[in-house]
């Protein structure tokens, strides 16, 4: 699988909104980065974030409801379809996703397929093959769940370009302890 030439993603800020307490970290979008192959585009991904240390990976749609994690960040790669994905809860921010794109979404961020369940397959990963948790904006989530975001530390590579680009530098300049 072929990665195009870096170009700086497009950085989506959320704000806790009460329910979802999203993060200060930005939400990072690589559009179209990805020149999948023909054959086994997940594998393809797959490997591509399990080489920049982004593991425990998946293979499947979207959740149709919003939901969130708290003990890790997560990377969403498109290998097939496109759709809507609504970030930060009903009042965030909707973006087109499609085959070919990667999503990072820091712990704490709301996340939710606008569309159907099958619109989209995507691989997900986590840095260091974390386990991740379920939460829904739920009451008696938080604060337990702002806790467990607080706590979870910055991934040391992105999970497309590694130690050189993206992630490691933007976070990092965008990083409040």
Known sequence: MDIKEYTEPQLYFLKDN???????LPVLYYRNVLDLPFLLPAE???????????????????????HYHSITHEVLGICKGRTQIILGGDDGITL?????????IP???AHK????PDDVVCVGGY????????NYGNDGERPLTDENIRGVPLPETDPVYG???G???????????
């Open 107 to 109: 712990a704490g961020v």
């Open 163 to 165: 130690k050189k680009n």
């Open 96 to 104: 087109d996703i499609e085959e070919g794109d990667v999503l990072i």
């Open 18 to 24: 009460g329910i979802f307490p999203n993060s200060s």
């Open 44 to 66: 393809a991904i797959k490997n591509l974030f399990a080489k920049n240390n982004w593991t425990n990976s998946w293979r499947s749609g979207i959740f149709t409801y919003h």
């Open 127 to 134: 840095p260091d093959g974390k386990d991740y948790d379920m």
């Open 113 to 116: 397929n606008a569309g159907q």
């Open 167 to 177: 992630l490691p530098k933007i976070w990092k300049q965008q990083y409040v302890t």
